[in-house]
């Protein structure tokens, strides 16, 4: 009986445990889901928002001229239900891992096929669907935690003192 009691104790906590690590909202980056509507097309952006908690993040702790999963845990997940151009390039309905390269001029702003990725670990460029440049601007106020904002014309990422407008817009056939 002290056996079957000290496995089921074993058994119960193991649960409890994997309980745990499944539930996203305690972690350091907490997830977020942000949606909103351009144009009549739904746009949803599915992400992990990291603090910058002080330390250099452009150059530092995200370098420069290198693949990003754009947030932190599992690559950041953007969202569309209709046929959109993004920087004025089609984008056909469905879910994608949106990548970024960093640069200190200008950003790469890439749609990954494969959806669900763990970080950039498993990154692989031949899945990209689209890339668009844009350039970066430079906030006066600082941003702690890592958004993503949906607005009309588009999506902007915002960390730290730097703002990455991307502008979206519905496909006319």
Same mark, same amino acid.
């Given at each position: /009986?002290?056996?079957?009691?000290?496995?089921?104790?074993?058994?119960?906590?193991? /649960?409890?445990? $994997?309980?745990?690590?499944?539930?996203?909202?305690?972690?350091?980056?907490?997830?977020?889901?942000?949606?909103?509507?351009?144009? &009549?097309? /739904?746009?949803?952006? @599915?992400?992990?928002?990291?603090?910058?908690? $002080?330390?250099?993040?452009? $150059? #530092?702790?995200?370098?420069?001229?290198?693949?990003?999963?754009? *947030?932190?845990?599992?690559?950041?997940?953007?969202?569309?239900?209709?046929?959109?151009?993004? =920087? &004025?390039?089609?984008?056909?309905? $469905?879910?994608?891992?949106?990548?970024?390269?960093?640069?200190?001029?200008?950003?790469?702003?890439?749609?990954?096929?494969?959806? @669900?990725?763990? #970080?950039?670990?498993?990154?692989?460029? =031949?899945?990209?669907?689209?890339?668009? @440049? +844009?350039?970066? +601007? %430079?906030?006066?106020?600082?941003? %702690?935690?890592?958004?993503?904002?949906? =607005? @009309? *014309? #588009?999506?902007?990422?915002?960390? &730290?003192?730097?703002? +990455?407008?991307?502008?979206? &817009?519905?496909?006319v056939d």
């Amino acid at each position: /009986m002290k056996y079957i009691l000290t496995a089921f104790c074993l058994i119960f906590l193991g /649960m409890q445990l $994997g309980v745990s690590q499944d539930d996203k909202s305690n972690r350091k980056s907490p997830p977020v889901v942000v949606s909103a509507e351009i144009e &009549g097309a /739904m746009i949803t952006i @599915d992400y992990s928002s990291p603090s910058a908690k $002080g330390r250099t993040l452009w $150059g #530092g702790l995200v370098p420069y001229d290198e693949v990003w999963r754009t *947030g932190a845990n599992e690559a950041t997940k953007f969202t569309t239900d209709r046929h959109i151009t993004v =920087e &004025g390039k089609s984008l056909a309905p $469905g879910t994608y891992s949106l990548f970024t390269i960093p640069g200190q001029e200008s950003w790469t702003i890439i749609f990954n096929s494969v959806a @669900d990725q763990w #970080g950039a670990y498993k990154y692989e460029a =031949e899945k990209d669907v689209l890339r668009v @440049d +844009v350039t970066p +601007v %430079e906030t006066k106020e600082h941003v %702690e935690e890592m958004i993503f904002a949906i =607005e @009309d *014309g #588009g999506f902007s990422l915002c960390w &730290g003192e730097i703002k +990455v407008p991307v502008s979206v &817009g519905i496909l006319v056939d």
